[in-house]
């Protein structure tokens, strides 16, 4: 990926070596953020291959980030919750050496505009604590923290922050 631009762009729903490279991505970033290690790693595998194992694009979306060819990040929206008329966002990360090009950004408008078009009234997440440049996006974009919990389920004890934004 190197020091040049590069060509970004995204693509909807699944794309063979996905699953592998969202988790890799998680792992690497967060065991570099944070130390997490193969239990955090685990858990992201299993809940990656959950979301894609019932991924409906009628009701679900999965976007990742390429750059120059290469899967760079991935956004996903869960259509189906138990809040009515709400989706989560889960799985947004983008490779740290492509950071400040666009990706995440680029991913967050689509699966919003998305959720937009089928007419959900809101759109919710969980992110961690201590991660401002993922929250100095979302808020950017109108989410606001509506809680925050302990959890301990990633290697490191750490806060969970849930974050809601009103379509």
Request: aromatic share 10%.
């Amino acid at each position: 990926m190197g020091g040049k631009a590069g060509t970004l762009t995204l693509h909807e729903g699944y794309k063979p070596g996905a699953v592998g490279r969202i988790v890799e991505l998680h792992g690497r970033y967060y065991a570099g953020a944070w130390g997490a290690g193969a239990p955090f790693e685990l858990l992201i595998a299993r809940e990656v291959g959950e979301f894609l194992d019932g991924y409906d694009p009628a009701h679900d979306l999965l976007v990742t980030a390429h750059l120059d060819g290469a899967m760079v990040g991935s956004l996903a929206i869960v259509g189906r919750t138990k809040r009515p008329g709400w989706a989560q966002m889960r799985f947004v990360i983008v490779d740290p050496a492509c950071h400040r090009r666009g990706a995440g950004k680029a991913m967050l408008s689509r699966g919003l505009s998305w959720c937009r078009r089928r007419g959900f009234t809101g759109v919710y997440l969980w992110t961690v604590d201590n991660l401002p440049e993922s929250r100095n996006m979302y808020e950017k974009a109108g989410f606001r923290v509506v809680e925050c919990c302990p959890d301990d389920r990633y290697t490191l004890p750490r806060d969970n922050l849930r974050m809601e934004l009103v379509l």
